[in-house]
């Protein structure tokens, strides 16, 4: 048995010699701060130790553009660092295993690293908005420690925060997949799938990935199905998760749209396991996890537990709960007319009950010049269906409100809604000529539904139709109208398919179908029923009514207008007309189930409205806001009013600027960081780089001599090492690995020789007295913690034997992990980082380092490998029970089809998001958390 734990050690310091060298450097090109962040000093009393620490952040909104880790493998298992409105503790470092990280709200996963994988620098123009005023106010660094923490750890286990101080465009967010199964022995193949839905109001821009499973993983993937095909997949992303597991490009970057499914998958290899393995936090457990890094105007955070998908609408980019829309005056200059083609007087801009964007920076309006509904119902300025002799179409810039182009003249008598389909074509309804029209962005007219001047209910007619909504699958949908009671769907040929009605047992049908919203990933057809006060949701196909918001009754107006909202909220435009008060309204997923009430400043007649992202310029390095631009039915001619929707009191719209004095004492405060890390070990920033080295290369960055250009980008001095050498390429920023790590490591060994030998002769006598100490308790059960062992009452047998020689062996084992952590110290020893939602591997990392012995000592290592990885499955099963506890509704069924029993999903991943307001997301009854 010695003579095994000897070939262990061998392969272990064989494997040391090998190990990647640490970056000297790393130059993300937005990044104009860097925050080293070492893990404090805390004691761990038994492997796989759970410990987080917050972050501090300099008192200003910043973006995070890069993440360099400074962790070695051989120590740390995972690195997680969350985004938080506050630390769930107020502690310097405080154990995490299965607890949250965070205090408030949701855990949002910035960043995950295990395996000594890459640095990673976002691209160019998105980062993650961090600091006062955004929604992640505070960091914390989860730190999953293998082996014991060696005393006074001087190796530098942390990460660098690259930061931003200028405005992007892009704001980053991540999609991440975990869950629960259980894997029956002796199977070369075995998939666990996992599946979601994206709801939101914006495209998603999918640019990397990381995946995390255990030894027994052999690919993870990523695969997307469209509405309009769901049996056909493309492939988005493959991934090997046996290799460093850091965040990989997507190559060509993938655009995602609400509707689609986003379904990953693991395939595991059980071939060589007797047992039953399950999904869990340790090391004898197996996990199943992705982490799909992306990109939009406002960010997107959302879990995918067990095919559940799990939000908070207050999340980076939803909508807050104490908030107010504040009146946008900086930028905003609506247009009061709009140029006549071929010239003359301008055409004045009249009622506009239209609005719509296609999240290009620009939103299109449709107004119906000096034509307007007269209280008798009549129309002014000639009759119904006389045409408009101006532009009615205009499309704006979305900051500013300055025209860009217009069409329409001679087209429309009585403008009233229009809409986008997600292939960019315009669909707009005329109540005068009792019809829809589907147009190409520059004007084309592409099809028409309805008969033009004769009103109807029948597939051939409508009757003062009033928006249009196109589904994904080619389904185009009519709320029909002021003088019907329907929602009449068409094929993407015009031909009708179906009518969404009111069950007819007595109850009054819909008095106006105002405005039509489609909610791809629920099925639901959902109109506003205006007149009436209701919002009806309306199963596609077959049309069943399945959930009802009765505004009348709860007193929030009449709702004019419908929009998808943020992570799958439904959003309302209503009005009282006797009092005029306005409110824009997010809908629950259940019957009159109301999330948020945005009331807005008195207003005369709203008719529609539209989300857009925010001006750079109010949000400045902050988080982008949402902005709601809402059009009106008056004779005013003022009739465009946007919104920002903006958290706490009300307050001057526009960024605050730091002075010049707060730039400096800001500066003062990085520098005095920087020497507090380095203080930390010795005057090192890395194990092997010394203070100086770092601050020659930040004054070079200043000067912008990032280095030479490569594939169209700077490439830093500092690259972050990877398991296999290569670059990694995020968007334009090039992340390379550093040669010649092998030799700062020999000369930082060289120069600490005298401290490296009394560490070695200490760790020597440890080793020892733990050998001495396994032999004496070989006769009693192994538990995880010693100072909680009891006597076992029973007798023993084959199995007791052989559990007995592990025992021993893994004592010794452990003792030789503490003695190479000490030895470590002086060679690359920097705790390796952290693998969101996942345990370690550490059987997979024996073989691999006993790989490194001679060929003759396989045959042992693989024996002492497979009895410390049998025996570690029983003492978990014994000291636990079943090792994995799935979330109330969260988790698969063995293969008899029972249930996992329920708990908390903190067992499934090594992030431990709350569901304290879960609730909040609409999700459909079926999916509900």
């Not at 609408?313 to 005056?329: D, F, I, K, M, Y």
């Not at 034509?371 to 205009?394: C, H, I, K, M, Y």
């Not at 250009?709 to 390429?729: C, M, T």
Request: charged share 20%.
């Amino acid at each position: 048995m010695l003579f095994l734990l000897l070939v262990l050690l061998a392969g272990r310091l064989v494997a040391a010699g090998e190990a990647s060298a640490p970056s000297s450097g790393f130059g993300p090109k937005a990044a104009t701060l860097q925050i080293p962040v070492v893990f404090p000093e805390h004691p761990t009393t038994e492997p796989d130790a759970y410990l987080c620490t917050a972050v501090p952040l300099p008192d200003r909104p910043l973006k995070l553009v890069g993440v360099e880790p400074t962790s070695d493998e051989e120590f740390v298992h995972h690195m997680l660092l969350f985004g938080c409105k506050v630390p769930a503790q107020q502690k310097l470092v405080w154990p995490c295993k299965m607890t949250a990280a965070c205090g408030q709200g949701g855990e949002s996963v910035l960043y995950g690293w295990g395996k000594n994988a890459n640095a990673i620098a976002l691209p160019d123009g998105v980062g993650y908005s961090v600091g006062p005023g955004t929604g992640v106010q505070a960091l914390v660094l989860q730190m999953h420690f293998l082996v014991l923490r060696p005393p006074n750890d001087k190796s530098g286990s942390g990460l660098t925060l690259h930061l931003g101080e200028q405005p992007v465009p892009y704001s980053a967010g991540m999609i991440a997949y975990a869950a629960g199964f259980r894997l029956p022995p002796g199977q070369p193949s075995i998939l666990v799938p996992n599946s979601c839905c994206y709801a939101g109001w914006e495209p998603l821009h999918g640019f990397a990935a990381r995946v995390h499973t255990h030894s027994m993983g052999r690919e993870v993937y990523l695969d997307r199905s469209q509405p309009a095909d769901r049996k056909a997949l493309d492939r988005i992303t493959g991934l090997d998760p046996q290799k460093p597991q850091g965040f990989y490009p997507i190559a060509p970057e993938a655009t995602f749209l609400p509707g689609d499914q986003l379904a990953m998958a693991c395939n595991f290899d059980s071939t060589n396991k007797t047992k039953e393995v399950q999904a869990g936090h340790t090391s004898s457990h197996e996990m199943c996890n992705l982490y799909l890094m992306l990109y939009s105007h406002l960010p997107v955070f959302m879990w995918c537990l067990d095919s559940q998908p799990w939000a908070e609408l207050s999340a980076p980019g939803g909508l807050p709960q104490e908030a107010h829309l504040q009146p946008e005056t900086k930028l905003w200059q609506p247009p009061a007319a709009l140029p006549q083609p071929g010239g003359g007087d301008p055409y004045a801009l009249g009622q506009v009950p239209g609005l719509a964007a296609r999240g290009d920076g620009t939103v299109w309006a449709f107004h119906r010049g000096h034509r307007a509904w007269n209280p008798d119902g009549s129309v002014s300025d000639g009759g119904e269906g006389e045409v408009l002799a101006g532009p009615t179409v205009f499309q704006m810039d979305a900051d500013t409100g300055k025209v860009l182009q217009s069409w329409g003249a001679g087209a429309f008598a009585m403008s009233h809604m229009l809409s986008f389909d997600w292939e960019g074509n315009m669909w707009l309804t005329d109540v005068g000529l009792h019809q829809a029209f589907k147009y190409s962005p520059d004007g084309q007219q592409l099809l028409v539904l309805g008969t033009r001047g004769t009103p109807g209910s029948d597939g051939e007619h409508l009757c003062k139709p009033t928006q249009v909504a196109v589904t994904r699958d080619g389904g185009v949908l009519v709320s029909d109208g002021y003088c019907n009671s329907r929602v009449a769907e068409f094929g993407a040929d015009g031909r009708w398919v179906f009518d969404y009605k009111l069950p007819a047992r007595g109850e009054a049908q819909m008095e106006v179908p105002h405005s039509v919203v489609y909610h791809e990933c629920h099925k639901w057809v959902v109109v506003a029923d205006r007149e009436r006060g209701f919002v009806h949701g309306f199963k596609r196909p077959g049309g069943a009514l399945l959930v009802q918001w009765d505004l009348h009754r709860l007193g929030l107006g009449n709702p004019y207008a419908l929009a998808l909202g943020p992570y799958g909220s439904i959003l309302a435009l209503t009005w009282e007309p006797d009092s005029r008060q306005t409110w824009v309204l997010a809908l629950g997923d259940e019957t009159d189930k109301v999330l948020r009430t945005y009331p807005l400043d008195e207003m005369d007649a709203p008719h529609d409205l539209v989300l857009l992202p925010a001006p750079l310029e109010l949000s400045g390095a902050g988080e982008r806001q949402l902005s709601i631009l809402v059009s009106t039915t008056n004779d005013s001619g003022d009739n465009l009013h946007k919104f920002v929707l903006r958290e706490g009191p009300a307050q001057e719209a526009g960024a605050a600027a730091g002075s010049e004095q707060a730039v400096v004492e800001e500066a003062a405060a990085l520098e005095a960081a920087k020497a507090a890390a380095a203080a930390h070990f010795g005057g090192k920033t890395h194990a092997e780089a010394p203070a100086q080295a770092l601050a020659a290369a930040a004054a070079e960055e200043e000067e912008e001599e990032e280095g030479p250009e490569e594939g169209g980008a700077k490439v830093g001095a500092a690259a972050k090492r990877s398991g296999e050498g290569e670059a990694v390429q995020i968007g334009h920023s090039l992340v390379k690995p550093v040669e010649g790590g092998e030799q700062q490591e020999q000369q930082a060994a060289e120069a600490d020789q005298a401290e490296e030998q009394q560490q070695v002769a200490e760790a020597a006598q440890h080793e020892q007295a733990e050998q001495e100490a396994a032999a004496a308790t070989t006769q009693q059960p192994e538990q995880q913690q010693p100072e909680q062992q009891q006597p076992d009452q029973q007798p023993e047998n084959a199995a007791d034997f052989v559990e007995r020689e592990d025992k021993a062996e893994e004592e010794a084992a452990l003792a030789t992990q503490r003695s190479k952590a000490a030895a470590a110290e002086v060679a690359d020893a920097a705790p390796a980082g952290s693998r969101p939602f996942h345990a370690d591997e550490e059987d997979r990392a024996l073989l691999n380092r006993a790989a490194a012995a001679q060929p003759w000592m396989l045959g042992l290592v693989f024996v002492a490998v497979a009895l410390v990885s049998w025996h570690r499955l029983q003492h978990w099963r014994r000291r636990s029970g079943a090792g994995y506890h799935a979330a109330a509704g969260v988790g698969g069924a063995d293969e008899g089809g029972t249930e996992h029993p329920g708990g908390h999903r903190h067992h499934l991943v090594h992030g431990h998001p709350e569901r304290s307001s879960s609730a909040e997301l609409p999700i459909a009854p079926s999916n509900r958390v």
